[in-house]
């Protein structure tokens, strides 16, 4: 029975030791945006890790509304109480969206990396893209912001999920901004495929 019980200990022991921890910042494209929680692709995205055989415990801290800027001010806190192995930062669709200037949100962006990288975490960096509509010149320099942070900081750069999803009308909210619940399953598929090139 001792030997039972000190079998048992030992393997869950284990699995906490090589359990990896994400940690997702982001905003309502993240934050699963009018629909319920248990909906939403980082809620989903525990279980295609594991079909990937990847046993990684996801703590989604995306709030809806959300700009770089409120996720610089939320990530000291955030790395302190969950202390993740890796961080992906989904923000700045709010900056955009909101004109911000591309230089404010890199220099957001810029800082959150480092307090993450300071708690010897792996930051994951995911491409963020306005509407054209913003006029050629300001879409591009915001574009811009995501690759050449990635090659700065050396930091994986994620492909942004909302360019394939936004091809299918029928996945879309009314808003055009928000991807729908039948969208969900396909973007944690798409998230776990892209992590799995990045978590070895």
Request: charged letters at 15%; proline letters at 7%.
């Amino acid at each position: 029975m001792i030997k039972l019980v000190s079998l048992l200990f030992s393997l869950l022991f284990s699995s906490l030791v090589y359990s990896n921890t994400l940690l997702i910042v982001g905003d309502s494209l993240s934050a699963g945006y009018q629909m319920p929680v248990e909906k939403s692709w980082p809620v989903l995205l525990p279980e295609q890790l594991k079909q990937k055989n990847q046993e990684i415990t996801v703590v989604n801290a995306s709030i809806s509304g959300d700009t770089s800027g409120n996720g610089l001010a939320r990530i000291p806190a955030l790395l302190k109480k969950h202390q993740p192995d890796f961080v992906l930062i989904e923000l700045g669709a709010n900056d955009g969206l909101r004109g911000f200037s591309p230089t404010i949100v890199s220099n957001n962006l810029s800082i959150i990396i480092d307090n993450i990288q300071a708690q010897n975490a792996q930051p994951i960096l995911m491409q963020i893209r306005v509407p054209t509509n913003y006029g050629k010149r300001y879409s591009e320099a915001f574009s811009s912001i995501y690759p050449a942070l990635s090659e700065q900081k050396n930091v994986p750069l994620m492909p942004f999920f909302l360019e394939d999803v936004i091809t299918k009308p029928e996945w879309m909210m009314r808003d055009g901004l928000h991807p729908k619940v039948i969208a969900q399953p396909w973007i944690a598929e798409f998230i776990a495929t892209e992590l799995g090139k990045i978590i070895k």
